[in-house]
């Protein structure tokens, strides 16, 4: 069992950064998969990155490639997201998700065991 905290969210001008944290409970931080995870409002749930349990592989949604960057600190519990060069359609509430040893890619939220509650961020023009 795991649990899930995000944090960083907030209203950002167009072209500008956020960097989200999500905080992980327990011990075995490092044997977990991570992803993130938006939803806007009326739109699906929407896959923007995973990573692995040490951080050598990553993946991207194509909306973000390029803008968006995940790491993760096993000694912190926490895994991030660094979004540069936000847009107005970046806006939405931010998810970080967990799967226990799983291996990467991790595309579908259905991949995932354990989700966060979710932080707003809204990108203004």
């Known amino acids: 069992q795991v649990h899930l905290v995000e944090s960083g969210g907030g209203l950002v001008q167009a072209g500008g950064s956020l960097r989200l944290s999500c905080e992980a409970s327990?011990?075995?931080?490092?044997?977990?998969?991570m992803g993130w995870f938006r939803q806007a409002p009326g739109k699906d749930r929407e896959f923007v990155g995973c990573?692995?349990?040490?951080?050598?592989?990553?993946r991207y949604g194509d909306s973000v490639k390029g803008r968006f960057t995940i790491s993760r600190d096993n000694a912190k519990n926490t895994v991030y997201l660094q979004m540069n060069s936000l847009k107005p359609e970046d806006t939405a509430v931010y998810y970080c998700?967990?799967?226990?040893?799983?291996?990467?890619?991790?595309?579908?939220?259905?991949?995932?065991?354990?989700w966060g509650k979710g932080t707003q961020v809204t990108v203004s023009s």
């Open positions: 998700a967990a799967v226990y040893t799983a291996q990467l890619p991790l595309f579908s939220q259905y991949d995932y065991a354990y």
């Open positions: 327990g011990r075995t931080f490092s044997s977990y998969a």
């Open positions: 990573i692995n349990w040490n951080g050598l592989s990553t």
